[in-house]
């Protein structure tokens, strides 16, 4: 192995190192919590070290962002295979999913769709990641968008009611016990089956 492979290996690991610990401190204390100085003194590296592997607090949000989409696309495809036979019960495994995620990792809910991370959605130069957790919810919302209609736009539009309902659950705005419920309407009244 040469020098210069143990560098990128040694720099790769504490790019992941950042990243886990941004995103650990902002699950814990929200993303105001999140300095570079904080970041620097938790890792134990110097700012100018953090600073070399991300330009500011920005990127980093980013960097967490596609992490999340990544865990998230695998969370609902998780969750769409491991459903019962029939497009409703993947597409209600599919919701369900989404708000769980949403529920339990709230900063990186926040990284993806609340706070600017310096990504690019729906254009061409949106990154990997955020592709494959749109794909997610395409291949399983595509068949059952109804005739006449884009699977794509179908699944924006649910997207956007899972969005709304994660949101508005978490800040109070509807009450957590009805969950369920709004689940099962918006599956009923969005979804042709």
Known sequence: MSVQERKQRERAARERLIVATARELAEQQ???????????????????????????????????????????????????????????????????????????????????????????????????????????????LGEVAGDGVRPELFTETFWAALHGLATLTRAGRLPPEDTERRTELLVDRLAKL
């Open 30 to 140: 929200g993303w105001d919590a999140v300095t570079t100085r904080r970041l620097a003194e938790r890792i134990e590296y110097s700012q100018p070290v953090l600073y070399s592997h991300f330009r500011g607090k920005r990127e980093i949000i980013g960097a967490v962002a596609l992490q999340g989409a990544s865990e998230m696309a695998v969370a609902m495809r998780a969750a769409t295979a491991a459903a019962a036979d029939g497009p409703r019960a993947r597409v209600t495994a599919l919701a369900r999913a989404y708000l769980a995620f949403a529920e339990r990792h709230p900063a990186v809910y926040d990284a993806l769709f609340q706070l600017d991370g310096g990504l690019a959605y729906a254009q061409e130069d949106t990154p990997e990641p955020l592709k494959d957790a749109f794909a997610a919810l395409l291949e399983c």
